[in-house]
Every structure is written in structure tokens, then in C-alpha cells.
């Protein structure tokens, strides 16, 4: 009996050479790889040639899982080498201002994302934490607060979101006013305790991330200078004005540190907290200071409540010069931006 893969060349009944292709077919095998017709020597080479075929085939077969698996390799190389630059380094502050700082501070470097659990609308003093900050906070690699009572609410909700890392106070080391027994927290309203706030916040991008300790402090650098610049402009506003007119009247006690800048009085009849609210005693006694300085400069807050100075300005028969942007920023503007707008608007004021 004949083999199905039987590769000698046959002959039919008629007595003609059959090739072994047809052999091979009429047996059922497959056709593609006996290729002779009639005499061995055509048989051979049709042999060869098919083998040198499939063997270019297998060839070009392997060469592609070659680099198919080299290109698998460098993928994971890349990963494996580049993965702490892969990593989304994240930083929470507690309100928008410390933002805002430490996004400057960590200019040019994309793997580091800053957050701020107050937005920009909402009064930190006041804020009631939502479930979602405790999410946030629980994936932070460094948290920054701005400390001295701002943030009353922080410490429980910090607490609350298992973060085990860091929390580092903006104002560590700044010599504080104190109302009564209360501090007052408002200290990026002076640019020179502002670059306080920059070296402590720089010290904990360094320590958190030391990978980019020399772009740290290079816009360490450069920031400072503005707000030194911010500094000496302001004081030369302010110098062209009249002491006796330097007195200003606002929602809060929010701007006491602007005020030992710049040789300015601030008067208001809520303390350093916006839930503090005056006495009947206190605002008597307010409406008669108003009186006897006789200041025109009197301004809202974008955060406070205006009904209170509403009623005092109402009372003193002043005109409300303007809104200041006590604690947070003023729409898309930078922090020494706000600070420019604030002097501006209230020289204006006293100078009216």
C-alpha cells in the first residue's frame, strides 16, 4: 500500500508518470510539498525549492518573535527605571493661598501635583470638611497648613483620613500678634513674613521630594524676589500719603500685619476670626472712632458677610470704598498679584 506522504514517483494505470503531488493528494495528504512531475532529478529540485520556502517562512517567523519579545523587554525596562518619574507626587494644602505658594515653588516639575482642600470661594475660617477631603488627604506624600488657628477644623480631619505623613505649618517659626489669647493667622498679608512662609514650605518640598531639591530652590529664589519687590513698591505707595489718612476700616482683623508694613491703622469690628461677632458695646464704640478719624477708606471682604459693615457705613453716613481679598485669591491672580490689588485699591481710598 501506498504511503500517504510516499514521495517516489508512480505511474497510473495508462502507464504515464504521476507526480508526486498527485500521489500525495489522491492519498489525501498535502500537495504543497511534493512538487516533482515525472523524473527524480525535477522531482529533487522542486524538493529543494519548496524546503528553502518554508525555511524563509520559519526565518521570518522567528525574526518577528525575536523582536517582538526585544520590544517587550525595553517596555519593561523603561517602566522599571522611570517609574518614580511616573508616579504622580501629590501635595494637599489647607486653602488656596498655600496653594498657590507651593504651585510656584514647584514650577516646572509635572510629576507634582498641589492641592488645596478650601476652595477659593470659601472662607477658611469657616469651612466644613467634606468626605472627598479625607480621600484627598489620604493619597498625599506632604500636607501644609498655614497653622496659628486658621484652620480649627483640620486636625480631626487629617486624623479621620489615615494620613500617616508629614503636615508641615507654613507660619513654624513667625513671630505672631495675638488678640487677647487668639493668634493671628493672617501673615501673607506682609511680604517679608511671606518669605518666612516660602523657606519652610521649600524645606518640606525638599525633604518630600529631594529628587528636585535644586528647582525648589531656584524658584525659592525667584520668588522671594518678588515679594521683596512687592514690598518696596507698596511702601513707596504708601509713603506719598498722609499719616492721618492712613486708617482704613474692614469686615475682620485680617489685615494687622499689612498694617505694620505699611505704618497703617485697621479698625474692625470682628476679630481675627470671621465667626467672632461684635458686641453692641464694641460697635458703639467703632462708629465713634469712624467718626473722629474721620476715615473714608472702609472696605467688604469677598468672604465676610457684608451685613455688618453695611450697617456701620449706613450709621457714619462713609460710602464703602471697595472689597479686599482677606483669605483667599482674587479670581486667577497669584498671590503677590492679590497683595498689589489689596494696596492699590486701599491707597486709592485714603488718597480719595
Known sequence: MTSMYSLKAQKNTNGEAMSACKVGAKAGGPPFIWAGVGDGSMYHQNINKSLKTNNKYFELIIKNLHTALLMRVIRLLFVFAFFPFLHAETVVCSFSILQNLCAQLCQGIDSIQVYTIVPKSVDPHMYQPKPS????????????TNGLNLEGWITNLIDGSGYKGKVVMASENISARYLGKLPDPHVWHSPKLINLMINNITNALKDAFPNHTSTFEKNAISLKA????????????????????????????????????YNVVVLSPQGVSTSDDPSAADMKNLIGQIRSL??????????????????????????????????????????QDTLWYNATVIAGAMNA
Open 133 to 144: 477631603d479625607s480621600k484627598t488627604l489620604a493619597k498625599a506624600d506632604l500636607v501644609i
Open 294 to 335: 474721620q476715615i473714608s477708606a472702609i472696605f467688604l471682604e469677598n468672604l465676610s458677610n457684608p451685613k455688618i459693615l453695611n450697617a456701620i457705613a449706613n450709621e457714619t453716613g462713609k460710602k464703602v470704598s471697595g472689597v479686599l481679598y482677606a483669605d483667599t485669591l482674587k479670581d486667577d491672580l497669584n498671590l
Open 226 to 261: 518678588t515679594f521683596n519687590e512687592l514690598q518696596t513698591n507698596v511702601a513707596e505707595h504708601f509713603a506719598k500719603i498722609p499719616q492721618s489718612k492712613r486708617v482704613m476700616l474692614t469686615t475682620h482683623d485680617a489685615f494687622s500685619y499689612f498694617a505694620q508694613c
